[in-house]
């Protein structure tokens, strides 16, 4: 059916990178976009960048910029997110989901999503 | 950016009872407004998009309305698994959003 099944928790050290995979199932893989989208403890919804799986073409929030790097395999539908120089304030659960109904110009939702990675920094 | 703000941040309310929740846009975002539900430990779920379609399974008890800058969710008679937060989050132009969130206890 459709999903999308994230890789397992992360603890890591301050200073280092941290890779978490998504794998999707059920649809064409590269007809819909990838978001990533994560959540600190207590916390609401940040989204951190996307991803075409098509053409491989990426969008990222000056936030992120530099940081972040969104890529997938077609071979395997899935999709990565890797995120560098990890700070206290990454500790969160990360999130992929699926772009439904996107535009040229808009976003369109998120659906499915994909049960959450918890990532760790902590020395 | 868009800034998203989302009234109440939390609610209390008893089953049967109608609730409505607000988000508000800092700027017009067409109608291009989604509602998402997250329950405790889980990945959020779409239940409304772009700001008045209802998403297949969600029961019709969520309704969805507004235009511009200013939108609300709707419950009409909430349940007991209607315990949850929910966000509100605009797709209209890139960095893509969220609400803060609010909570509704029963």
């Known amino acids: 059916q459709l999903q999308l099944v994230q890789s397992g928790t992360e603890v890591k050290k301050p200073g280092a990178s941290v890779k978490v995979s998504c794998k999707a199932s059920?649809?064409?893989?590269?007809?819909?976009?990838i978001s990533w989208v994560r959540q600190a403890p207590g916390q609401g919804l940040e989204w951190m960048g996307w991803i075409s799986p098509y053409n491989g073409d990426t969008h990222y929030p000056q936030k992120f910029q530099g940081r972040v790097t969104l890529t997938t395999d077609t071979s395997t539908s899935t999709a990565y997110m890797e995120l560098r120089s990890l700070k206290s304030d990454d500790t969160a659960v990360y999130y992929c989901?699926?772009?439904?109904?996107?535009?040229?110009?808009?976003?369109?939702?998120?659906?499915?999503w994909g049960q959450g990675t918890l990532v760790t920094v902590s020395s | 950016d868009i800034q998203m703000t989302q009234s109440p941040s939390s609610l209390s309310a008893s089953v049967g009872d109608r609730v409505t929740i607000t988000c508000r846009a800092s700027q017009s975002i067409s109608n291009y407004l989604n509602w998402y539900q997250q329950k405790p430990g889980k990945a959020p779920k779409v239940l409304i998009y772009p700001a008045s379609s209802l998403q297949s399974g969600v029961p019709s008890r969520f309704s969805g309305s507004g235009s511009g800058t200013d939108f609300t969710l709707t419950i009409s008679s909430l349940q007991p698994e209607d315990f949850a937060t929910y966000y509100c989050?605009?797709?209209?132009?890139?960095?893509?959003?969220f609400g803060q969130g609010t909570k509704v206890e029963i």
């Open positions: 989050q605009q797709s209209y132009s890139t960095p893509w959003t």
């Open positions: 059920g649809y064409a893989f590269t007809s819909y976009g």
């Open positions: 989901a699926r772009n439904v109904g996107q535009t040229v110009a808009t976003g369109g939702w998120f659906d499915p």
